[in-house]
């Protein structure tokens, strides 16, 4: 069986101010993580994945996420928001199953 | 470029009529997936097909059919069978049906029912 968990719906940031999304997995076998992208009326873009070759990974637009087992958390952030962050981040994983189980979401809002 | 289309982007249709929503991709995938969006409550998996001429059904199959006739196309059918048609629906592919396959996304179609 696997879950994720993403805390908060909507997060609110300040235009350079650092950005953290929260997200928490289960799983009964070593998971495959990832975070999406979803811009207004679009389809979601992988930003990154965690495939156990390193706990620590880079993403695109200056994202990246942090695995770790003890916690069960992937958390996404970036040292700096950009207004063009404004978007609906999703967490996935995989692990029991190759069909993803996706958490409902988090609304990143940047004020200027 | 390769990726996934899915057109139109968007219908209205009538209560009552069925509806076929397409999804095309030109990435050489094996895997294919629709999903449909409400506000709030994330993706749910209505079917995937993990080669041609076999598909499965998801969390939320009634009221829909699907068919998987060439690797490139995934069509989907809302029927008048689904009580709340109205959503955002969004088509996916994967290389292949591995837990490691991260999925690539078509810019969805926003079907409204009226």
């Known amino acids: 069986a696997q879950s994720v968990t993403q805390l908060g719906s909507h997060v609110s940031v300040s235009e350079g101010a650092l950005v953290l999304l929260r997200c928490n997995y289960s799983?009964?076998?070593?998971?495959?993580l990832f975070w999406y992208v979803q811009y207004p009326n679009q389809g979601l873009q992988l930003l990154l994945k965690y495939t156990s070759a390193a706990t620590l990974v880079k993403g695109i637009n200056g994202f990246e996420a942090e695995f770790k087992k003890s916690e069960t958390s992937f958390h996404l952030t970036k040292p700096s928001a950009h207004m063009s962050d404004a978007a609906e981040y999703f967490c996935a994983v995989t692990g029991g199953s190759y069909i993803p189980t996706f958490g409902r979401g988090t609304s990143l809002i940047v004020h200027p | 470029d390769g990726g996934i289309t899915q057109s139109p982007k968007y219908l209205f249709r009538k209560e009552g009529q069925n509806v076929t929503l397409s999804c095309e991709q030109n990435?050489?995938?094996?895997?294919m997936y629709w999903y449909r969006q409400d506000p709030g409550q994330g993706l749910r998996l209505i079917y995937y097909s993990q080669i041609v001429n076999d598909f499965q059904k998801g969390d939320i199959a009634e009221g829909y059919s699907v068919s998987r006739e060439k690797k490139e196309s995934f069509p989907l059918t809302v029927t008048s069978a689904q009580k709340n048609p109205t959503a955002f629906y969004l088509c996916?592919?994967?290389?292949?049906?591995?837990?490691?396959?991260?999925?690539?996304f078509g810019p969805g179609t926003r079907l409204t029912v009226t």
């Open positions: 996916a592919s994967s290389l292949r049906d591995r837990t490691i396959d991260e999925q690539y």
């Open positions: 990435l050489n995938h094996d895997a």
């Open positions: 799983s009964s076998v070593p998971p495959y």
